[in-house]
């Protein structure tokens, strides 16, 4: 009953973003984000889970009218490597065409999520299509993905935190960390 925030960041190698700078990052991006679309209504594609506290944060300061659209997507199967095999969990009454859509995901590794959820996006010729992650790994891409907007570049190591899992735990950290080895 008692864990506390100690108790959980103790599963933490180190801090390599911490909670003041991912607010303050993610305040700026929802300020782009703002005035970028001026004037219209936005449709935002979220995918859950990893990007749960990133999509409620921006979503918050962002001063645009907009629906909200989430959609799953995994393939990780609970390891620290992508198993490149994406499930996908589409909403069935998904219609985007016309609108102005922001998809937005918690990091961009090799980019075979979001190249694949662009494509399907694409394919039901919105307006506009504009992709925001919170990190984006410094790596060789497997797919060449656009990403307007980025919070932080990073190195090529496994994350945790502020909604992103190791094996479903660790979402709820406030801050982005790395896991000791044998968490
Ligand atoms: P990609 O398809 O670009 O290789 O991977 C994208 C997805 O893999 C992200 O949406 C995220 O769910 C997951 N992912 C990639 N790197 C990491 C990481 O370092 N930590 C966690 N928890 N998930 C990651
Ligand atoms: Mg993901």
Avoid at 3 to 19: C, K, P
Avoid at 120 to 134: C, D, F, H, K, M
Wanted: net charge negative; aromatic share 6%.
């Amino acid at each position: 009953m008692s864990q506390t925030t100690t108790g959980i960041l103790s599963d933490l190698e180190r801090v390599l973003v911490d909670a003041d700078t991912i607010q303050e990052r993610v305040s700026a991006l929802a300020h782009e984000v703002s005035r970028d679309f001026t004037g219209c209504t936005l449709s935002v594609v979220a995918i859950m889970d990893g990007g749960l506290f990133f999509v409620a944060d921006l979503l918050r300061e962002i001063d645009l009218p907009m629906r909200l659209h989430t959609l799953s997507a995994s393939s990780y199967q609970g390891g620290k490597e992508t198993s490149g095999d994406l499930k996908l969990t589409w909403p069935p009454d998904l219609d985007l065409a016309g609108q102005h859509v922001l998809l937005l995901d918690d990091i961009l590794d090799t980019g075979i999520t979001l190249s694949a959820i662009q494509a399907r996006i694409l394919e039901q010729n919105p307006a506009s299509l504009r992709t925001g992650v919170l990190l984006s790994k410094k790596r060789r891409r497997i797919r060449e993905v656009p990403a307007e907007y980025v919070g932080f570049e990073i190195e090529d190591e496994f994350v945790v935190g502020y909604g992103m899992d190791y094996q479903g735990r660790f979402r709820n950290l406030p801050c982005i960390g790395i896991l000791r080895p044998t968490s």
